[in-house]
Nanobody, 119 residues
Framework: VQLVESGGGLVQPGGSLRLSCAAS????????MAWYRQAPGKQRELVAV???????TYANSVKGRFTISRDNAKNMMYLQMNSLKPEDTAVYYC??????????????WGQGTQVTVSS
């Protein structure tokens, strides 16, 4: 599966961005997908999860501000980010969700998209 993230950029605190993830493969619709992020000097962290049925899970740090969604017909996933804070600054990645994501070898990642929140 190839994953291509886009939509990042520089935004002021309180601003918004919408990230997109384009996925290849014919079985995208049945996969539980997730957004992850990695800030400089920090481990990659889970941001949000969406199941094939549309169930949503968010990290406490983004709950109420971020919204994950998907369009299975287009093999796309999105992350709407509102009320951005400087601590949201990171490279954002999309990938499948695994319960052992902290230690699992995913095999491959996309290039990610940089989000920088700064005044």
């Amino acid at each position: 599966v190839q994953l291509v993230e886009s939509g990042g950029g520089l935004v002021q605190p309180g601003g918004s961005l919408r990230l997109s993830c384009a996925a290849s493969g014919s079985d995208f619709s049945i996969k539980t997908m997730a957004w992850y992020r990695q800030a400089p000097g920090k481990q990659r962290e889970l941001v949000a999860v969406i199941t094939s049925g549309g169930s949503l899970t968010y990290a406490n740090s983004v709950k109420g501000r971020f919204t994950i969604s998907r369009d299975n017909a287009k093999n796309m996933m999105y992350l709407q980010m509102n009320s951005l804070k400087p601590e949201d600054t990171a490279v954002y990645y999309c990938n499948r969700y695994y319960i052992d994501y902290r230690t699992r070898d995913f095999g491959s990642w996309g290039q990610g998209t940089q989000v920088t929140v700064s005044s």
